[in-house]
């Protein structure tokens, strides 16, 4: 199993940037791809962004590409969300999420993101 604590919301003016970070512990970060996903008040969750094991393969909804970027720290056990050009629409709480046996290829094929692990969320909050 992996834990994940996730850190970094809080309240940002439209067009500025918040960087998240989700900290893993438990099994071996590398084992896991890892996402971002968000939930808005009375919106579904949604997928945000994911990264590979080794990190060397990401993917992005639409909504967020280019100006958000996932990356991954193995040193700190540590995957991070640098949010640029922050819109209103981007308001919702963010989750972490791992899982051991998913992958980007995969996602990208049946559009369908299944991750076993979760955090807490952190919110994020962008006034206009």
């Known amino acids: 199993q992996v834990q994940l604590v996730e850190s970094g919301g809080g309240l940002v003016q439209a067009g500025g940037s918040l960087r998240l970070a989700c900290a893993a512990s438990?099994?071996?970060?590398?084992?896991?791809?890892m996402g971002w996903f968000r939930q808005a008040p009375g919106k579904e969750r949604e997928f945000v962004a994911a990264i590979s094991r080794n990190g060397l393969s990401t993917y992005y909804a639409d909504s967020v590409k280019g100006r958000f970027t996932i990356s991954k720290d193995h040193a700190k056990s540590t995957v991070y969300l640098q949010m640029n050009s922050l819109k209103p629409e981007d308001t919702a709480v963010y989750y972490c999420?791992?899982?051991?046996?998913?992958?980007?290829?995969?996602?990208?094929?049946?559009?369908?993101?299944?991750?076993?692990?979760w955090g807490q969320g952190t919110q994020v909050t962008v006034s206009s």
């Open positions: 438990g099994r071996t970060f590398s084992s896991y791809v």
């Open positions: 999420a791992a899982d051991p046996d998913n992958t980007i290829a995969t996602m990208k094929r049946t559009g369908r993101f299944e991750f076993d692990y």
